[in-house]
Nanobody, 122 residues
Framework: VQLQAYGGGLVQAGGSLRLSCAAS????????MGWFRQAPGKEREFVAA????????YSADSVRGRFTISRDSAKNAVYLQMNTLKPEDTAVYYC????????????????WGKGTQVTVSS
């Protein structure tokens, strides 16, 4: 599975962005997908995960209620809708894939995509 995240940019605090992740590979629909982020000087952290069916999601406490993860297996894509953005959301965002939900949440992924920069100005 090859992954490519895009849709990042510069936005003011309180604004919204929608990130997309395009996936290649016939087995995309069998993978749990997730989003991670890494801010300057910090470790990469889990943001959100969605099950292979799209029926289950889980988000980090820091983004719950503001960010929504979803997927469209027909388009081999996963999305992260980010609302009410804060300056502390500034980071490079990565999409990732793994076979198990717990693996994504725990950061033990099989595939990483190239990141996309999100910058939130105050």
């Amino acid at each position: 599975v090859q992954l490519q995240a895009y849709g990042g940019g510069l936005v003011q605090a309180g604004g919204s962005l929608r990130l997309s992740c395009a996936a290649s590979g016939r087995t995309f629909s069998t993978y749990v997908m997730g989003w991670f982020r890494q801010a300057p000087g910090k470790e990469r952290e889990f943001v959100a995960a969605v099950s292979s069916s799209g029926g289950s999601t889980y988000s980090a406490d820091s983004v719950r209620g503001r960010f929504t993860i979803s997927r469209d297996s027909a388009k081999n894509a996963v999305y992260l809708q980010m609302n009410t953005l804060k300056p502390e959301d500034t980071a490079v965002y990565y999409c990732a894939a793994a076979q198990k939900f717990g693996s994504v949440v725990g950061g033990r992924v099989d595939y990483w995509g190239k990141g996309t920069q999100v910058t939130v100005s105050s």
